[in-house]
C-alpha cells in the first residue's frame, strides 16, 4: 500500500521560507518513473497546483510560485521536496503531495502552512 507522508509545514512570518517533504512508501515501482507534484488548498477555495516535475525532470510552477518556489525529489530516499521563499500571506494553505503513474495516483494527507503578515 503507498503511503506519502509530508512534513515540514507551520507558522511562518511574511518572507519567511519552509522546506516541506514527502516521504514516499509502499510503491510498486520506483519513485523515479512517477510524475511528482505539490498542490494546495485555501480555506474556501478549490486545491490547486503549485508545482510538478515530471519522471524526466521537466520543471513547471504556478505563477504565483515563479521565482519562490522550487520542487526537488531524491529518488534514492524517496522524497519529494518543496521549497518556499519569501513566503505570503495568501500562500496560506493545505499543501498536498501528489504522484502519478498512469493510472497510479497517489496522495498524502497535507501539511498546514500558514504566513503570517
Known amino acids: 500500500q503507498a503511503q506519502l507522508v509530508e512534513s515540514g509545514g507551520g507558522l511562518v512570518q511574511s518572507g519567511g521560507s519552509l522546506r516541506l517533504s514527502c516521504t514516499v512508501s509502499?510503491?510498486?515501482?520506483?519513485?523515479?518513473?512517477?510524475?511528482s507534484n505539490w498542490y494546495r488548498q485555501a480555506p474556501g477555495k478549490q486545491r490547486e497546483l503549485v508545482a510538478s516535475?515530471?519522471?524526466?525532470?521537466?520543471?513547471e510552477y504556478a505563477d504565483f510560485g515563479k521565482g519562490r518556489f522550487t520542487i526537488s525529489r531524491d529518488n534514492a530516499r524517496n522524497t519529494v521536496i518543496l521549497q518556499m521563499n519569501n513566503l505570503k500571506p495568501e500562500d496560506t494553505a493545505v499543501y498536498y503531495c501528489?504522484?502519478?503513474?498512469?493510472?497510479?495516483?497517489?496522495w498524502g494527507q497535507g501539511t498546514q502552512v500558514t504566513v503570517s503578515s
Open positions: 501528489n504522484i502519478k503513474y498512469f493510472i497510479r495516483d497517489y
Open positions: 516535475e515530471t519522471s524526466g525532470g521537466v520543471l
Open positions: 509502499g510503491l510498486p515501482f520506483s519513485l523515479s518513473v512517477y510524475d
